[in-house]
């Protein structure tokens, strides 16, 4: 079993689109659900491809910053509001210029958590969050949480965490029963055994399948040891992963999954499965990349 030691912190991009003030609640509340300092950061880009008039740059420049300043204001009120004044112990804001993907990818290393909206204004001077929360869940070195709205959740709702069966996914394993434990709910643990689809059906898989029970139990064990008040569901899956963790994100309250594995489910990040289940779960998504 791999011990984590995470850097303490939250960190959540803002561009002043709608989806990013939904992250600066979900941050927020992650931030006080630990007692964790919150930083609520906005990158702008100084590229000026169809100015040439230096003074026009300048006052472009002047209006970004203006414009920066107020997202950042307007996020803190957001985060103060959401969870109460004082019940943080710090929040910071920056404002930063350049290229939001490889910015914010270096400051994770800083940070337990990136918190980013799905997608974003998509204008020149703001936050693309969606190439952006795509660039990050790809070199982001902390976990990184991409939100969305989403409908109201029971505060039973499980959390989901996806097992392809290899080392990769210790780090995935870990978070995910460290969230279920803070949150007091339980963990469901769902595992690909046959990751295709109505593949030679005639087929006994009755040995595959205990095989793949067997090494859920074996990478759950040592975390169930370690975090004896959070309850366990196995799921084993006979089909295609990500429409399973799509539909049943419906009732979690997140869904962690790695950033990538074996083949087949694996890719689990890098792969076609994590990118459908990142663009259309109804709930919040962790990406863990490895230690």
């Not at 759950?220 to 370690?226: C, F, I, N, P, Y």
């Amino acid at each position: 079993m791999t011990e984590t030691t995470p850097k303490p912190g939250v960190v959540v991009a803002v561009d002043g689109s709608p989806e990013s003030y939904v992250a600066v609640r979900w941050a927020a509340k992650h931030a006080a659900m630990r007692r964790d300092r919150l930083t609520i950061v906005t990158v702008v880009t100084r590229e000026y491809l169809y100015i040439r008039d230096p003074e026009t740059q300048d006052r472009v420049h002047q209006w970004q910053r203006h414009h920066g300043e107020a997202v950042l204001r307007r996020a803190q009120h957001v985060a103060e509001d959401t969870v109460g004044a004082g019940v943080l112990p710090e929040i910071c804001t920056d404002l930063i210029f350049g290229k939001p993907v490889p910015l914010l990818a270096d400051m994770s290393k800083e940070f337990r958590i990136l918190v980013v909206g799905r997608r974003g204004l998509g204008t020149f001077d703001r936050l693309v969050l969606g190439s952006v929360s795509s660039g990050l869940v790809h070199y982001a070195h902390s976990p990184v949480a991409v939100i969305h709205e989403v409908p109201q959740l029971d505060r039973d709702d499980p959390v989901i965490v996806g097992i392809d069966g290899s080392a990769v996914s210790e780090p995935a394993i870990a978070l995910a029963f460290d969230e279920a434990s803070h949150r007091k709910v339980p963990l469901v643990a769902m595992h690909a055994w046959v990751d295709v689809l109505d593949t030679a059906p005639e087929f006994d898989w009755r040995a595959e399948r205990e095989q793949a029970n067997e090494l859920l139990g074996e990478r759950l064990a040592g975390w169930q040891e370690q975090y004896p008040d959070v309850s366990v569901v196995r799921k084993l899956v006979k089909g295609n992963p990500g429409r399973w963790l799509i539909e049943h994100s419906r009732h979690a309250q997140l869904v962690v999954l790695g950033s990538h594995g074996r083949g087949g489910f694996a890719g689990m990040l890098l792969g076609s499965v994590s990118r459908s289940v990142v663009q259309a779960a109804h709930s919040p998504i962790i990406i863990v990349r490895p230690s």
